[in-house]
Protein backbone atom coordinates (compact mmCIF):
# COMPACT_ATOMS: atom_id res chain seq x y z
CA UNK A 1 0.00 0.00 0.00
CA UNK A 2 3.07 2.69 0.45
CA UNK A 3 3.75 2.81 -3.10
CA UNK A 4 -0.15 3.08 -3.97
CA UNK A 5 -1.73 6.15 -2.66
CA UNK A 6 -5.50 5.50 -3.84
CA UNK A 7 -5.07 2.11 -2.42
CA UNK A 8 -4.05 4.00 1.23
CA UNK A 9 -6.80 5.81 0.97
CA UNK A 10 -8.81 3.02 0.30
CA UNK A 11 -7.29 1.10 3.51
CA UNK A 12 -8.67 4.78 5.15
CA UNK A 13 -11.92 3.87 4.31
CA UNK A 14 -11.88 0.60 4.80
CA UNK A 15 -11.03 1.19 8.87
CA UNK A 16 -13.83 4.05 8.94
CA UNK A 17 -16.18 1.34 7.51
CA UNK A 18 -15.26 -1.22 9.53
CA UNK A 19 -16.13 0.96 12.69
CA UNK A 20 -19.49 2.25 11.64
CA UNK A 21 -21.22 0.72 14.57
CA UNK A 22 -19.43 3.23 16.82
CA UNK A 23 -20.23 5.82 14.98
CA UNK A 24 -23.92 5.74 14.97
CA UNK A 25 -24.17 6.56 10.83
CA UNK A 26 -26.48 4.11 8.86
CA UNK A 27 -25.66 5.78 4.91
CA UNK A 28 -21.63 7.55 4.61
CA UNK A 29 -20.03 8.23 1.53
CA UNK A 30 -16.32 8.71 1.47
CA UNK A 31 -14.21 10.59 -1.88
CA UNK A 32 -11.02 9.73 -2.49
CA UNK A 33 -8.92 10.51 -5.87
CA UNK A 34 -6.31 9.03 -8.06
CA UNK A 35 -5.01 11.90 -10.32
CA UNK A 36 -2.05 12.95 -12.95
CA UNK A 37 -4.70 11.22 -15.81
CA UNK A 38 -4.37 14.75 -17.53
CA UNK A 39 -1.91 13.12 -19.82
CA UNK A 40 -1.38 15.23 -22.59
CA UNK A 41 1.96 14.25 -23.09
CA UNK A 42 3.99 10.14 -22.30
CA UNK A 43 0.15 8.91 -22.67
CA UNK A 44 1.01 5.08 -22.65
CA UNK A 45 3.31 4.21 -19.13
CA UNK A 46 1.31 6.76 -17.58
CA UNK A 47 -1.69 5.64 -18.26
CA UNK A 48 -0.53 1.66 -17.90
CA UNK A 49 0.71 3.13 -14.23
CA UNK A 50 -2.36 4.52 -13.30
CA UNK A 51 -4.72 2.11 -14.46
CA UNK A 52 -2.63 -0.83 -12.43
CA UNK A 53 -2.50 1.52 -9.27
CA UNK A 54 -6.49 1.22 -9.60
CA UNK A 55 -7.05 -1.80 -9.88
CA UNK A 56 -4.94 -2.95 -7.22
CA UNK A 57 -6.70 -0.18 -4.91
CA UNK A 58 -10.08 -1.84 -5.72
CA UNK A 59 -9.24 -5.09 -5.20
CA UNK A 60 -7.75 -4.26 -2.24
CA UNK A 61 -10.67 -2.81 -0.82
CA UNK A 62 -13.10 -5.68 -2.21
CA UNK A 63 -10.97 -7.79 -0.02
CA UNK A 64 -11.35 -5.87 2.81
CA UNK A 65 -15.30 -5.60 2.27
CA UNK A 66 -15.55 -8.86 1.88
CA UNK A 67 -13.77 -10.07 4.58
CA UNK A 68 -15.79 -7.39 7.02
CA UNK A 69 -18.93 -9.52 5.40
CA UNK A 70 -20.13 -5.70 3.96
CA UNK A 71 -19.36 -6.29 0.26
CA UNK A 72 -23.37 -6.40 -0.23
CA UNK A 73 -23.68 -2.96 1.31
CA UNK A 74 -20.51 -1.24 -0.19
CA UNK A 75 -20.74 0.11 -3.57
CA UNK A 76 -17.05 1.59 -5.30
CA UNK A 77 -17.28 3.57 -8.61
CA UNK A 78 -15.55 5.90 -10.71
CA UNK A 79 -16.32 9.28 -11.56
CA UNK A 80 -14.24 11.93 -13.97
CA UNK A 81 -14.69 15.14 -15.53
CA UNK A 82 -13.85 14.11 -19.34
CA UNK A 83 -12.22 11.40 -21.03
CA UNK A 84 -9.75 11.35 -23.58
CA UNK A 85 -9.54 11.55 -27.07
CA UNK A 86 -8.78 8.97 -29.97
CA UNK A 87 -6.04 10.95 -31.43
CA UNK A 88 -2.62 11.98 -30.86
CA UNK A 89 -1.22 15.54 -29.89
CA UNK A 90 2.23 14.12 -30.07
CA UNK A 91 2.41 11.54 -27.38
CA UNK A 92 -0.64 12.01 -25.65
CA UNK A 93 -4.28 13.08 -26.05
CA UNK A 94 -6.37 15.94 -25.44
CA UNK A 95 -10.04 16.41 -23.42
CA UNK A 96 -12.23 13.97 -24.82
CA UNK A 97 -16.20 13.68 -23.83
CA UNK A 98 -17.02 9.87 -23.71
CA UNK A 99 -15.23 7.60 -21.49
CA UNK A 100 -15.61 4.18 -19.17
CA UNK A 101 -16.29 4.26 -15.61
CA UNK A 102 -16.52 1.44 -13.01
CA UNK A 103 -19.16 0.61 -10.52
CA UNK A 104 -18.29 -2.85 -8.38
CA UNK A 105 -19.35 -4.22 -5.19
CA UNK A 106 -22.10 -7.18 -3.45
CA UNK A 107 -24.95 -4.87 -4.62
CA UNK A 108 -24.16 -3.95 -8.62
CA UNK A 109 -25.35 -6.64 -11.09
CA UNK A 110 -22.20 -6.48 -12.69
CA UNK A 111 -20.85 -8.47 -15.47
CA UNK A 112 -22.56 -6.22 -18.02
CA UNK A 113 -21.11 -3.07 -19.93
CA UNK A 114 -24.66 -0.22 -20.28
CA UNK A 115 -24.80 1.96 -22.85
CA UNK A 116 -23.03 1.14 -26.93
CA UNK A 117 -19.64 0.90 -27.04
CA UNK A 118 -18.03 3.05 -29.41
CA UNK A 119 -16.23 2.25 -33.03
CA UNK A 120 -13.05 3.22 -31.88
CA UNK A 121 -10.94 5.16 -34.63
CA UNK A 122 -11.50 8.89 -35.40
CA UNK A 123 -14.20 9.68 -38.46
CA UNK A 124 -16.45 7.33 -36.77
CA UNK A 125 -20.39 8.10 -36.61
CA UNK A 126 -19.89 8.99 -32.91
CA UNK A 127 -16.87 10.73 -33.53
CA UNK A 128 -17.72 15.13 -33.21
CA UNK A 129 -14.07 15.66 -34.71
CA UNK A 130 -10.79 15.41 -33.47
CA UNK A 131 -11.51 11.95 -31.72
CA UNK A 132 -13.86 13.07 -29.41
CA UNK A 133 -16.65 10.77 -28.91
CA UNK A 134 -20.47 11.56 -28.27
CA UNK A 135 -21.58 9.20 -24.65
CA UNK A 136 -24.30 7.03 -25.38
CA UNK A 137 -25.43 7.24 -21.12
CA UNK A 138 -25.44 10.50 -19.55
CA UNK A 139 -23.49 11.18 -16.62
CA UNK A 140 -27.25 11.66 -14.88
CA UNK A 141 -28.11 8.37 -15.96
CA UNK A 142 -25.21 7.03 -14.09
CA UNK A 143 -25.63 9.18 -10.93
CA UNK A 144 -29.31 8.97 -11.07
CA UNK A 145 -28.60 5.33 -10.83
CA UNK A 146 -26.54 5.29 -7.82
CA UNK A 147 -28.45 7.70 -6.20
CA UNK A 148 -32.02 5.64 -6.10
CA UNK A 149 -29.68 2.80 -4.26
CA UNK A 150 -28.91 5.25 -1.87
CA UNK A 151 -32.32 6.05 -1.06
CA UNK A 152 -33.38 8.77 -3.30
CA UNK A 153 -37.11 8.57 -4.40
CA UNK A 154 -38.01 9.47 -8.14
CA UNK A 155 -38.84 13.22 -6.88
CA UNK A 156 -35.59 13.78 -4.99
CA UNK A 157 -33.63 12.79 -7.80
CA UNK A 158 -35.32 14.87 -10.72
CA UNK A 159 -34.50 17.94 -8.33
CA UNK A 160 -31.15 16.79 -8.08
CA UNK A 161 -30.36 15.69 -11.24
CA UNK A 162 -32.98 18.08 -13.23
CA UNK A 163 -32.33 16.79 -16.89
CA UNK A 164 -32.90 12.82 -15.72
CA UNK A 165 -36.20 13.20 -17.27
CA UNK A 166 -34.67 14.29 -20.95
CA UNK A 167 -33.76 10.32 -20.93
CA UNK A 168 -36.65 8.19 -21.41
CA UNK A 169 -39.42 7.05 -19.14
CA UNK A 170 -36.96 4.95 -17.34
CA UNK A 171 -33.52 6.49 -16.97
CA UNK A 172 -32.08 4.49 -14.90
CA UNK A 173 -29.84 2.07 -15.86
CA UNK A 174 -30.47 -0.85 -13.91
CA UNK A 175 -26.99 -1.78 -12.89
CA UNK A 176 -27.71 -1.32 -8.62
CA UNK A 177 -29.78 -4.61 -7.44
Known amino acids: ?13 ARIIGGKSGLGVSRQIFYVQLGSFDTHDGQAPQHARLLTQLGQA ?5 GVMTTLGMGDQVTTFTAS ?3 RTLTCNSDGTDHGWGSHHFVVGGAVQGQDMYGTYPVVGANQANDVGAGRLIPTISVDQY ?9 LSDGQLRKVFPNFGNFGSNPYLGFMG
Do not use: I, K
Not at 2 to 9: F, I, Y
Open 1 to 13: LADNPLAGSMQTV
Open 143 to 151: AGTLARWFG
Open 58 to 62: LEYFD
Open 81 to 83: DFG
